[in-house]
């Protein structure tokens, strides 16, 4: 499937095969959608400035809701400076940078442990949470890691990396 992406006011065509953009037809559902991609995105961008919560799984589960009910609420995360990069590269290859892998998994491994331990009496809610962090991390870590600058660089005095500056 192809997605539209506006960039410099031309349309640049998109393939990838992990995330289908297929809005859902009920109204209901489109808004349930619409307030679970918003209260995701409001997580991830807590995220951005807590260090004990991730914002890389709040902005998955927000590109997902957005796909299946909000074009333009999809086309502007995708499109964003900061969050735009991350999502593209899963969007594309379904995959996401080792650094941010790396950073929401070790959060979700901080902040669940603390909330569960500090906050939380009772022994059912607290496996519901581990295992919530469980499903995360595993989630996270079967999902493909993207090259970035430096892992292929070639030994030499230019340090370029090939098809790239450097």
Known sequence: MEWKAWSGGQASRMK??????????????????????LLSLAGGVVGLFLPLIPSVPFLLVAVICFSRSSERFHTWLVEHKHFGPMLKEYLLHGSIPARAKCIAIGAVWISF????????DRIWLRVVLLSVAAC??????VLPTSSR??????????????GRLG
């Open 16 to 37: 990838h095969r992990h995330l289908k953009i297929r809005l859902v037809k009920s109204e209901w559902l489109r808004y349930l959608l619409i307030g679970t991609g």
């Open 113 to 120: 442990p603390v909330t569960t331990f500090m906050f939380v």
């Open 136 to 141: 995360v991390t595993i989630y996270l870590a």
């Open 149 to 162: 600058r430096g892992a292929e660089r070639p030994a030499g005095k230019g340090g370029r990396q090939r």
